[in-house]
């Protein structure tokens, strides 16, 4: 499962613009010419003419100096050095590299903690969803069995109707959901751990690219498309359902369009994509699209999702460089149910009433994932809540200090409350609040431990 794949997409690695974008919740129609490539600016650098040298009398040459031993690169800390437990503190050793903390306190909370090596070359990170699909709820427990995962906790906030995550997913270098603007975790066997955003926007910017050079805003991945636009759909969703007049294009591999359709479903292989639109978005496929044609989708994020073979959202981001950080109130940058409704604020992509229950002083269930400024440890968290008398929970600088305590540099929230679940080797160690017992999610951070091969003799 976590073999480092091709991406579907074609990404295009390109670094954005300092500053805020236009939002593009009301995107500009297609267009059928792509606009005018920049001018390159050539900057010429003055030639320096050098002086002559003089002339001086041959001297002997001097012996090499001896060439000095390269310093060696220390060796990271051991696991057990990186964190001091509190007496009272449970702490069992799963695995080499492997921690789990559980504390119980007074006040009272209920707190396990998970504190992985990432030097350690037998573990492995991954994010999973329900069988493989991008539709359905799964209980925590369930993913990390059906997966074989030494550990697992509960990933990003999700549709309850549809059964779908809410921001980033992705899976083995293939993504299922576009990005938005909200604190999201990501792996990469090479380039370690990154908690941040891939976007500043509601969505990505991608675009879809004609033969004939056209081009038009591909809005959204695996979602409902808007009106008047066009979306991408991967094997992930494996239908694509119709919808009156819309035009579905369905792609291979290799970007050649096999099929366009009108109306009635569409089913997809391993592999294959397809294109949906309506209105003026299927207009434009009709006029620059037909069977055989290449098309190019260029898909723009910072960073690259192709630096990254795991991703889950959630948000909001708590850590930065050590320091507690508070997400402001507004709605990505609609600030109008807000006190100050013309603050220019960037803040994630959460409604504002869905912010004040969750920010500030509240006390609830959390879940939450870090790393040290080294990247060496990534450290997650389940703190129980919502019972009185057994875990009240925590507010988010309350977490934050957690977090901080065991090590954490950079951090952020995944989805809690009744989601709040944390797993090890398939029991569920923590006690979720609600009535009917572990609450079925999306997705789920994984958490594999390679045991290393024996050499036969």
């Known amino acids: 499962m976590f073999r480092v794949t091709t991406l579907l997409l074609v990404v295009a690695a390109v670094i954005a613009a300092a500053g805020c974008a236009p939002d593009q919740r009301n995107a500009t129609a297609p267009s059928s010419a792509a606009p005018p490539a920049p001018t390159a600016m050539v900057v010429l650098l003055p ?15 001097p012996s090499p100096a001896p060439t000095p031993a390269p310093t060696a690169t220390p060796s990271p800390p051991p696991l057990s050095a990186r964190y001091a437990a509190r007496p009272g503190d449970r702490v069992r050793w799963l695995r080499p590299g492997v921690v789990h903390l559980r504390r119980i306190t007074d006040d009272p909370l209920r707190i396990n903690v998970l504190l992985l090596d990432l030097t350690n070359p037998n573990l492995e990170l991954g994010v999973t969803v329900p069988q493989n699909r991008f539709f359905g709820l799964y209980r925590t427990s369930m993913l990390a069995r059906d997966a074989g995962a030494l550990a697992a906790v509960n990933g990003d906030l ?43 926007e509601w969505t990505w910017q991608a675009e879809v690219r004609a033969p004939d050079g056209a081009r038009a805003p591909l809005m959204l991945l695996n ?12 094997e992930f969703v494996r239908q694509v359902p119709g919808r009156e007049g819309d035009v579905k294009v369905l792609l291979g591999r290799d970007g050649r369009v096999r099929q366009v359709t ?113 990247r060496q440890t990534l450290i997650l968290v389940v703190v129980d809540g919502y019972q009185r008398g057994y875990s009240r929970g925590m507010t988010q600088e309350e977490l934050a200090d957690l977090l901080r305590e065991f090590g954490a540099d950079t951090a952020m929230e995944l989805d809690g409350g009744g989601s709040s679940t944390m797993v090890i080797e398939n029991q569920v160690v923590n006690r979720p609040p609600d009535t009917t017992g572990e609450r079925h999610v999306a997705n789920a951070l994984l958490v594999f431990y390679r045991e290393p091969a024996v050499a036969e003799r």
Request: hydrophobic share 35%; net charge positive; with cysteine.
């Open 47 to 61: 030639t320096v003419t050098s002086a002559p040298t003089a002339t001086v009398p041959p001297t002997v040459t």
């Open 158 to 200: 999700f549709s309850v109707d549809e059964g779908t995550p809410q921001g980033l997913t992705m899976i083995d270098g293939q993504v299922l959901m576009a990005p938005k603007y909200r604190a999201t975790f990501a792996w990469s066997g090479q380039r370690g751990p990154f908690i941040g955003y891939f976007t500043r």
């Open 223 to 234: 979602t409902r498309c808007p009106t008047n636009q066009i979306c991408l759909y991967n």
């Open 262 to 374: 009108r109306g009635q479903a569409l089913k997809l292989a391993p592999g294959e994509q397809a294109l949906q639109a309506t209105g003026e978005g299927a207009t434009w496929l009709r006029k620059h699209v037909e069977a055989g044609a290449r098309l190019r989708i260029s898909i723009t994020t910072d960073p690259p999702l192709d630096h990254y073979e795991q991703a889950i959202s959630g948000g909001p981001l708590i850590l930065r460089a050590g320091r507690f950080v508070q997400d402001c109130l507004c709605a990505l940058r609609d600030c109008r149910e807000t006190r100050r409704p013309q603050a220019a604020l960037q803040c994630e992509d959460f409604s504002t009433d869905w912010k004040l229950k969750h920010y500030l002083d509240v006390r609830m269930p959390r879940t939450a994932v870090g790393y040290d400024r080294a």
